[in-house]
C-alpha cells in the first residue's frame, strides 16, 4: 500500500456513512492479528500480507 490507509465507509449504525478503519469484533480463541487480518477481508474484501501490527488502546469519552 506504500503509505496508504485503507479506509471502509460504514452501512450500518453507529456513524453511519462516515469513514473507518475495518474493525469488528474478535472471535474466541483470535489472536489480535488474525481478528484485524480477518475483518479486513471481510469487509474491504482487501487481499494482503500482514507484516506486522501495532495494539493500542482508544478510549471515546464523548460517548461515556
Known amino acids: 500500500w506504500q503509505d496508504k490507509v485503507l479506509l471502509c ?3 450500518i449504525e453507529p456513524r453511519f456513512g462516515k469513514w473507518t ?3 469488528g469484533f474478535m ?3 483470535e489472536t489480535v492479528s488474525e481478528g484485524a ?3 479486513t477481508r471481510e469487509e474491504a474484501g482487501a ?3 500482514l507484516e506486522g501490527l501495532a495494539v493500542g488502546l482508544v478510549r471515546n469519552t464523548m460517548l461515556m
Open 21 to 23: 478503519l475495518p474493525a
Open 27 to 29: 472471535e474466541l480463541g
Open 37 to 39: 487480518a480477518r475483518e
Open 47 to 49: 487481499q494482503f500480507e
Open 9 to 11: 465507509k460504514r452501512n
